[in-house]
């Protein structure tokens, strides 16, 4: 997964709060006082905690337990964040904090320092790690990304845009094409039940919120991440598969360079059993998919530059041989998986490897069964002439 800005503002937070520790000597000084420092610490785990909030949500919870000093510290740091470079140097210096392990920083009363293993340095580490896997390009469109999410989570700008909603959810005639079912819809209630008007704001405005969250990646990647899950256990709560792969195909035409867009119409390809065009989508996720520099290591060697370049083909051909497998066509997912082994051992990948002579196995034994159920009836018809 990608940087999303709700981790940049929480990486922000970590760095103000070090530069606190640091210049009023620890948390043995006077500077907080012992409630203060567990208020705090309680508040940030639950803060790394969540996957995603709007900046407002943001700031109105870590006012909640950041003492004013470090709170007001924080929004001026942000607002000094104008340009890439401000990122650059924010991600630098969380660098700095996790890989200085000699550190002064102290988290408690007992005097710990910010541990790479600590839930803090953990977080530190993740984000840090997928920072580096970014272009400048992405960076760039990060950066953006970052000035969009603080501009949409305005508390006036969201006060001004209801009201806009609302005076245009009460002249129909302002209605466009794709608020025309939800009208249609409300006035037939209205006509048996004699609703307020007011009923009529809150659908519309929802639809203009979902519309928002859309418009941005770290949105696109939240849409993805629950559809995802929700298809992979089945659950009732998933959209229908034409407004789904609809919502999909609108997605692409703005964030085509997201590769889990494919992935998930793959999936909602699969559930309706369109064959053909869950092979091609899973054929694009693999293509748009940037398997370089995934490792830890920061200087990978030859070999591991060479697993990386064609880890696109194995674990494509790997996939597919199961998709083919379980639809039943077990001739066409062997040839693949046979390709997968080829692929593998050419590249050393010890893991692709034993994944595809497992379902190798597998069909073969599927084959075996089938082969042998047949013969079985064969023979029976045999028996039933004699």
């Not at 909640?64 to 001026?76: A, G, H, M, R, V």
């Not at 530059?305 to 194995?314: D, G, I, T």
């Not at 062997?334 to 497992?358: G, R």
Request: glycine content about 2%; aromatic content about 10%; charged content about 25%.
């Amino acid at each position: 997964m990608a940087v999303i800005p709700y981790e940049i503002s929480c990486g922000v937070l970590i760095h103000v709060f070090c530069q606190k520790i640091q210049d009023n000597e620890g948390w043995d000084s006077e500077y907080v006082s012992k409630g203060t420092q567990q208020t705090f610490l309680i508040g940030l785990l639950k803060m790394l905690k969540k996957t995603n909030s709007t900046w407002h949500e943001f700031v109105d919870t870590i006012k909640s337990f950041c003492w004013e000093d470090l709170y007001n510290s924080f929004l001026k740091e942000v607002e000094l964040l104008e340009t890439e470079d401000d990122i650059l140097d924010v991600f630098k210096s969380l660098e700095e904090l996790v890989i200085d392990q000699s550190s002064s920083i102290k988290l408690s009363t007992q005097n710990t320092p910010i541990k790479r293993t600590s839930v803090i340095g953990l977080f530190l580490r993740k984000l840090v790690l997928k920072f580096k896997k970014l272009t400048f390009e992405k960076i760039h469109l990060l950066f953006m990304d970052y000035v969009k999410y603080k501009q949409l989570s305005n508390p006036f700008e969201e006060t001004k845009q209801s009201l806009e909603d609302s005076e245009r959810s009460m002249d129909l005639s302002c209605v466009d094409e794709n608020t025309t079912s939800d009208v249609s819809l409300i006035e037939n209630e209205s006509k048996e039940n004699q609703p307020s008007p007011v009923k009529i704001i809150p659908k519309i405005i929802e639809n203009q919120k979902t519309q928002n969250n859309l418009s941005s990646r770290e949105g696109v990647y939240q849409f993805i991440e629950e559809n995802v899950i929700m298809l992979e256990n089945n659950s009732h709560n998933v959209m229908k598969p034409n407004q789904l792969q609809l919502k999909l195909n609108e997605i692409q035409r703005s964030h085509w360079h997201i590769p889990d867009v494919y992935y998930l119409s793959f999936l909602n390809y699969l559930r309706v059993s369109e064959f053909n065009k869950a092979s091609k989508m899973l054929s694009l996720y693999f293509d748009q998919k940037n398997f370089q520099n995934q490792g830890t290591n920061a200087d990978p060697s030859e070999q591991e530059n060479h697993q990386s370049m064609f880890k696109r083909f194995r674990y494509g051909a790997l996939n597919h041989g199961i998709m083919h497998y379980q639809h039943g066509n077990y001739a066409q997912a062997m040839t693949v998986l046979k390709e997968a082994v080829s692929i593998a051992q050419e590249t050393n990948d010890e893991l692709c490897l034993k994944h595809a002579i497992f379902w190798i196995h597998v069909v073969k034994e599927e084959t075996n069964r089938l082969d042998n159920k047949d013969l079985e009836s064969r023979c029976c018809e045999l028996i039933k002439e004699i």
